[in-house]
């Protein structure tokens, strides 16, 4: 059957987790972690159950974890998002991204994403009807070009999304980068999405929400993922916060997506961001070894890696192998070396300037990581 979404038939993903299964390959594609996230997190979520948090919430979230989230705003980036209705609870970012587009967007809307970009924004505004407008980072300095990031702004322009710690590369953007993304906003009074579910990922770097840039509070809308905070992936709960009539806008849409996020997760969610910044710390500090670990086990299979400065990823260039097409590369690794990894081409709608660059997930188990950079190391 042949339908609009075509041609987002089947996430990256999927297909490299699915080659991955099938050749029992190191998977260092998709980017989950290996290890659940602590116990006391994992007993939260017991705990709520068993406690009887079994029924639908209420759909904004419950009360307890949108304090939660207002008060993380507070502590870590003194933002002030009023928890009754300046937050919304949402079943992962994937839907705080589907929300705030299609609440945001109408039909003919230009919204200017900066490639390469992560794969359900493009979904989502060709759902809303939204036309993208992009702008790339270009490797290998990944510098946004303040002069082709105007460029892409017109007077058609509703909203911009930026996301930091970025998704594939590990950018985090300066706060410099980001004023010129908010003055364009400001100047062409355009709403901002900013994913920033990496923010506490990051690698001897401040993030920097651009919601504390001037202005800028009340043109945006910050999503974050408790998936990313507390490497709880498949529990799906998300948010995003901004002001009140942003957030509604997101909100009505929300109700008829999912309506709400699964109860006992939202409980345990609520503790965890409740248990200081420790487990966040952690996570960041054993995330940057594996980061070390698995940029050294590339370079000594004969890639050219870029460090990342976040997230779960580290992008590598395969051309000094003699690799020109990276996406066949990718599909073909599974089976040829037992490793699974991401071609960075898929992430832009001009594969041209990316074709020999590759993704790879960092959030692995040492023991993992070493395997599949031993299996590189034999192939190439
Ligand atoms: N945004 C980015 C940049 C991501 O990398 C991801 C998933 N890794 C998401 C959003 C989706 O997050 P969630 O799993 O909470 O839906
Ligand atoms: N965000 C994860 C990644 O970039 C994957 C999430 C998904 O499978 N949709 O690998």
């Not at 990316?354 to 950079?373: I, P």
Request: negative net charge.
């Amino acid at each position: 059957l042949v339908t609009r979404m075509q041609p987002f038939a089947e996430t990256i993903f999927a297909t490299m987790s699915a080659l991955a299964l099938e050749h029992d390959a190191v998977n260092l594609g998709q980017g989950f972690p290996d290890t659940d996230g602590p116990s006391e997190v994992l007993g939260a979520a017991r705990d709520a159950i068993s406690g009887g948090h079994n029924q639908y919430p209420p759909s904004i979230g419950i009360p307890a974890l949108r304090e939660a989230i207002a008060e993380h705003q507070a502590h870590h980036h003194s933002l002030r998002p009023d928890p009754a209705d300046e937050v919304l609870v949402t079943t992962g970012a994937t839907e705080a991204i589907a929300a705030s587009i299609l609440g945001l967007v109408s039909p003919g809307d230009e919204v200017v994403v900066i490639e390469p970009s992560y794969d359900s924004y493009s979904a989502v505004i060709a759902l809303a009807g939204g036309v993208k407008r992009t702008v790339p980072l270009r490797w290998p300095d990944l510098a946004l070009d303040a002069d082709e990031l105007a460029a892409a702004f017109s007077e058609r322009t509703r909203v911009v999304v930026v996301n930091s710690p970025h998704n594939p590369t590990g950018k985090v953007f300066s706060p410099k980068e980001l004023e010129v993304v908010a003055d364009l906003a400001r100047r062409h009074d355009a709403w901002v999405i900013s994913d920033e579910v990496y923010e506490h990922l990051t690698f001897g770097v401040a993030h920097t929400p651009i919601a504390t840039l001037p202005g800028m509070w009340e043109r945006t809308l910050t999503i974050g993922s408790a998936g990313k905070f507390f490497s709880v992936t498949g529990w799906k709960v998300g948010w995003l916060s901004g002001p009140a009539e942003l957030v509604r806008a997101a909100q009505v849409v929300r109700q008829y997506l999912t309506f709400t996020t699964a109860s006992p997760f939202q409980h345990a969610v609520a503790h965890a961001l409740r248990m200081g910044p420790q487990p966040l710390d952690d996570l960041r500090d054993s995330l940057r070894a594996r980061h070390d670990l698995l940029v050294t086990g590339l370079r000594a299979a004969g890639l050219e890696v870029r460090p990342s400065q976040g997230t779960y990823f580290v992008v590598a260039d395969a051309a000094p192998l003699g690799v020109t097409d990276a996406l066949q590369w990718c599909l073909d690794l599974p089976a040829a070396a037992g490793v699974a990894a991401v071609p960075v081409s898929v992430f832009c709608d001009d594969p041209s300037e990316t074709a020999t660059l590759v993704r790879f997930a960092f959030c692995k188990r040492d023991e993992v990581l070493q395997e599949g950079c031993r299996r590189l190391a034999a192939f190439t």
